[in-house]
């Protein structure tokens, strides 16, 4: 079992960064392919961004790339999001996620892929 607590959310103007974190407890995280997940109020939930175990590929959904930088610190088990350049469409619930591998490249961009999930934080962005 895997428990994933995120942080790291909050309000920010158009323009402004965060940085949210995802602390992995439980097993070997570094066996482990994580993602970031967002949701907005009355929309599905979307891939954002993904790193594979060994952190040597990442994936990103269009509508991030080039703002958004995904990445690992296996020692401290954790995985973090950069955001910057932040538009009021970023606004949603944050979520990460990951699932147990044993390649170590392997990483995806859906969702049920995923075996674990974080309860969420909360990113607003105002304009």
Same mark, same amino acid.
């Given at each position: 079992?895997?428990q994933?607590?995120? *942080?790291? &959310?909050?309000?920010?103007q /158009?323009? @402004?960064?965060? %940085?949210?974190?995802? $602390?992995a407890?439980?097993?070997?995280f570094?066996?482990? *392919?994580? &993602?970031?997940?967002?949701? /907005?109020? @009355?929309?599905? %939930?979307?891939?954002? $961004?993904a790193?594979?175990?060994?952190?040597?590929?990442?994936y990103?959904?269009?509508?991030v790339?080039?703002?958004?930088?995904?990445?690992?610190?296996? $020692?401290?088990?954790?995985?973090?999001?950069?955001?910057n350049?932040?538009?009021?469409?970023?606004?949603?619930?944050?979520?990460?996620?990951?699932?147990?591998?044993?390649?170590?490249?392997?990483?995806?961009?859906?969702?049920?892929?995923?075996?674990?999930?974080g309860?969420?934080?909360?990113?607003?962005?105002?304009?």
């Amino acid at each position: 079992q895997v428990q994933l607590v995120e *942080s790291g &959310g909050g309000l920010v103007q /158009a323009g @402004g960064s965060l %940085r949210l974190s995802c $602390a992995a407890s439980g097993r070997t995280f570094s066996r482990y *392919s994580m &993602g970031w997940f967002r949701q /907005a109020p @009355g929309k599905e %939930r979307e891939f954002v $961004a993904a790193i594979s175990w060994s952190g040597g590929r990442t994936y990103y959904a269009d509508s991030v790339k080039g703002r958004f930088t995904i990445s690992r610190d296996n $020692a401290k088990n954790t995985v973090y999001l950069q955001m910057n350049s932040l538009k009021p469409e970023d606004t949603a619930v944050y979520y990460c996620a990951c699932k147990e591998v044993t390649y170590a490249g392997a990483v995806a961009m859906g969702p049920s892929w995923y075996d674990y999930w974080g309860q969420g934080t909360q990113v607003t962005v105002s304009s």
